[in-house]
C-alpha cells in the first residue's frame, strides 16, 4: 500500500528525526537522493546545464544542495533566486562553494533573461516552493513555471510540483509542471489526486528516514487487491459465492442493464438476480443466459445503472433499500437518494455510493452544500469525506482520479485507470464488479477500493497501446485484470 502523510504529520515528523539529528542532516538526505535522480536523468552530468528555481523556504534549500552536488560533477548549474534576501544561507553557500552561479532572478532583467536560460537548460529543478505552499503560484514564480513549461529541458521537481497544494491536489492557479517529482519522506495526497497527480510526472519517493503515523490517505497495490479477492473454497457452493440482485435498465436504457451484469458474472458472483421490466430482462438474458430473472434471496444490491426515475424505479429502489443487506448505490439511484435525504439508508446495512462528480453535487445539495461540478473535481478528496460523513455510507468518487472515502474517515485512491474509461457505459462496468465484490461478503469499502482497481486495471488493458476501447471490451477484459492481479499477490513458489 502505497501512504500519503498531510503537512502537518510530514512536520510532526521531520521535527521528531531533526531532534535526533545534527543540523542539515536531513536536508542533505533529501537533497542527495534530488542529485541522485537529476544525474540519472541528465545521463552525463558534466557539461549539462542546471537551472535552478529556488523560492524563499527549506525547498529551495534542497534545490541548492542537489545543484552543489551536480556542480561538483561538472555541471553548470545556475540558481535563479525569487527572494534572494530570504534564500536558504546554507544552500547557498553550497553552491558558491561548488562553483555555481546565483543569480537574483530580478536583477537579470527578469523575466527575458530567466526565459532564456531556462530555455536553454537541460534539466530545470523547482525549488520555489513544497510543502509550505499556500494556493496558486504568485508572480514572479508563475512566470518561471511558464517558462519551464515552454523549455525542452526535464523539469524535476523537489518533494512536490510548486503551485499544486500537498494536501488536496488543488491547483489554484498557475503550478509547475513537472516531468519527475522527488518526494522526500512519504507520499503528499497532492501527488496522487488530479489535478495535482497529473503536474507531477514520474514520482520517485526518497527515504530520510521518516517515521510519519496513519497516513490520510492510501493506494493500494496488486499485493493489496489481491488479498482482497474472494477464492471459493473446494466445498464452496454458488450461494456462498454471493448473489447480487440487479436493480437496473429500463426501456430506453436497457444496455446499461446488460453490461452491468457480465461485468458482474466476470467479477466472481455465484448467481445474479436481475430486477427490471420483462423487455430488458430477456435483453440480459439474452446477452447473459446465466442471469436469473425476477426476485429471490441476495446477499447484496447493485442499484442505478439505466435505471431511470419514474414510478417503477422508484419501487425498485425502495425494494433495494428494504432488503436487509449491503446496496450499491449508482447513477439514477443516486438521483432518486439524492431527492430523499441521507435518512433512506438508514436500516441499510452498509452502503456503497457511486457518483461522478455531476452526482456527486446532486448528493451534496442533499446536504445542504452547493458546490459546483468543478468545485468537486478540484477537490475530490474533501468532498468525497464530505458526502461519506453526510450520508453515513462508503463513497467512490469517479473521474480522471478516483476516490474512495468511508465514513470513518478513511481515505484511499486509485492508482489505475485511462482516460480512455471516459466512455459510455464504463460506469455500468464498475457498479457491476463493485456490486460482486459487496455480495461476495467484502465490505462496502473493501468493495469499492478493489472494483476501481479491477475497472481501471481492464481499462487500460483493452486500451492497450493507447487504442479506444468501449466499455464492452473493458467488461471483456476483466478477467486478465484480475489475473494479473491474482499473479501479483500469488507467494513465490519455492
Ligand atoms: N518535511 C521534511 O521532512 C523535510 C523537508 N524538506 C524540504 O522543506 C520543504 C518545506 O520547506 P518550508 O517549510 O521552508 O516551506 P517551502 O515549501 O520552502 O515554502 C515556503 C516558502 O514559499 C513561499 N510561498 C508559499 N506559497 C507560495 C506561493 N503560492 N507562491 C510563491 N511562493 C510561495 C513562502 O513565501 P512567503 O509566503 O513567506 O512570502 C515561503 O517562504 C519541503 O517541501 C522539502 O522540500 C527537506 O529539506 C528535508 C525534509
Ligand atoms: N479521464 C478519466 N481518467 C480515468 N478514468 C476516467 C476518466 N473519466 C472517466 N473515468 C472513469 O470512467 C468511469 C465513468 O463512469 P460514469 O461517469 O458513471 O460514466 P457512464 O455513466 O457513462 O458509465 C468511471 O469509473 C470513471 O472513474
Ligand atoms: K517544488
Redesign the pocket.
Known amino acids: 500500500m502505497r501512504e500519503a502523510h498531510d503537512v502537518w504529520q ?2 510532526a ?2 521535527a521528531a528525526l531533526m531532534a535526533l539529528l545534527p543540523d542539515g542532516a ?2 542533505e538526505r ?1 537533497a542527495a537522493g534530488l542529485a541522485a535522480t537529476c544525474a540519472g536523468l541528465l545521463g552525463r552530468v558534466h557539461g549539462s546545464r542546471v537551472v535552478l528555481l529556488v ?8 534545490a541548492l544542495i542537489a545543484g552543489a552536488r551536480l556542480a561538483r560533477r561538472g555541471a553548470r548549474v545556475d540558481a535563479l533566486l525569487l ?1 534572494p534576501q ?1 534564500a536558504h544561507a546554507g544552500g547557498l553557500a553550497a553552491l558558491r562553494g561548488a562553483g555555481g552561479r546565483i543569480l537574483p532572478a530580478d536583477a537579470l532583467g527578469f523575466p527575458a533573461a530567466a526565459h532564456d536560460l531556462v530555455a536553454a537548460a537541460d534539466l530545470v529543478v523547482d525549488g ?11 508572480a514572479p ?1 508563475d512566470d518561471l513555471a511558464r517558462a519551464a513549461a515552454q523549455s525542452r529541458a526535464v523539469v524535476v521537481a ?3 510540483p510548486s ?1 499544486v497544494d500537498a494536501d488536496t491536489g488543488a491547483v489554484a492557479a498557475e503550478a509547475v509542471r513537472a516531468d519527475v517529482t522527488v518526494t ?2 512519504t507520499w503528499k495526497p497532492g501527488l496522487l489526486v488530479d489535478p495535482g497527480a497529473s503536474y507531477a510526472g514520474a514520482v520517485e519517493l526518497v527515504d ?1 528516514g ?1 517515521q510519519p503515523p496513519a497516513p490520510v490517505l492510501r493506494a493500494p497495490q496488486h499485493v493489496d487487491i489481491a488479498a482482497l479477492l474472494p477464492t471459493p473454497a473446494r466445498e464452496t457452493d454458488k450461494y456462498a459465492r454471493g448473489v447480487l440482485g440487479l436493480a437496473a435498465g429500463s426501456e430506453r436504457y436497457p444496455g446499461a442493464a446488460v453490461l452491468a451484469a457480465g461485468s458482474a458474472l466476470r467479477a466472481g458472483v455465484g448467481a445474479l438476480r436481475y430486477l427490471g421490466p420483462r423487455a430488458v430482462a430477456d435483453a440480459v438474458v439474452s446477452a447473459h443466459p446465466e442471469v436469473m430473472a425476477g426476485s429471490g434471496r441476495v446477499q447484496a444490491y447493485a442499484v442505478g445503472p439505466g435505471l431511470d426515475t419514474g414510478e417503477e424505479a422508484r419501487g425498485r429502489f425502495a425494494a433495494a433499500l428494504d432488503g436487509g443487506v449491503p446496496v450499491l448505490v449508482d447513477a439514477d439511484a443516486l438521483t432518486l437518494l439524492a431527492e430523499a435525504g441521507p435518512k433512506a439508508l438508514e436500516g441499510v446495512p452498509g452502503a456503497l455510493l457511486t457518483p461522478h462528480a455531476g452526482e456527486a453535487v446532486r448528493l451534496l445539495a442533499g446536504l445542504g452544500e452547493s458546490p459546483t461540478r468543478a468545485d468537486v473535481e478540484a477537490e475530490r478528496l474533501t468532498w468525497a469525506v464530505r458526502l461519506a460523513a453526510g450520508y453515513d455510507a462508503t463513497v467512490l468518487l469517479k473521474g480522471s482520479t478516483t476516490v474512495v472515502a468511508d465514513p470513518r474517515g478513511e481515505v484511499w485512491v486509485n492508482p489505475t485507470g485511462t482516460p480512455y474509461l471516459a466512455t459510455a457505459g464504463s460506469g455500468d462496468v464498475l457498479t457491476g464488479v463493485a456490486g460482486a465484490l459487496l455480495a461476495a461478503g467484502l465490505t462496502p469499502a473493501e468493495a469499492a477500493v478493489a472494483g476501481a482497481y479491477l475497472h481501471g486495471l481492464a481499462g487500460r488493458i483493452a486500451s492497450d497501446g493507447d487504442v479506444p476501447c468501449a466499455a464492452s471490451d473493458v467488461s471483456a477484459a476483466l478477467p486478465a485484470a484480475w489475473r494479473a492481479v491474482r499473479e501479483a499477490g500469488a507467494p513465490d513458489e519455492e
Open positions: 510530514v512536520r515528523a521531520e536531513l536536508m533529501a523560492g524563499s523556504g527549506d525547498n529551495g534549500g534542497d527572494a530570504r520555489i516552493v513544497g510543502i509550505g505552499g499556500r494556493g496558486g503560484l504568485r514564480a523537489v518533494d512536490l503551485g522526500f519522506g530520510i521518516l
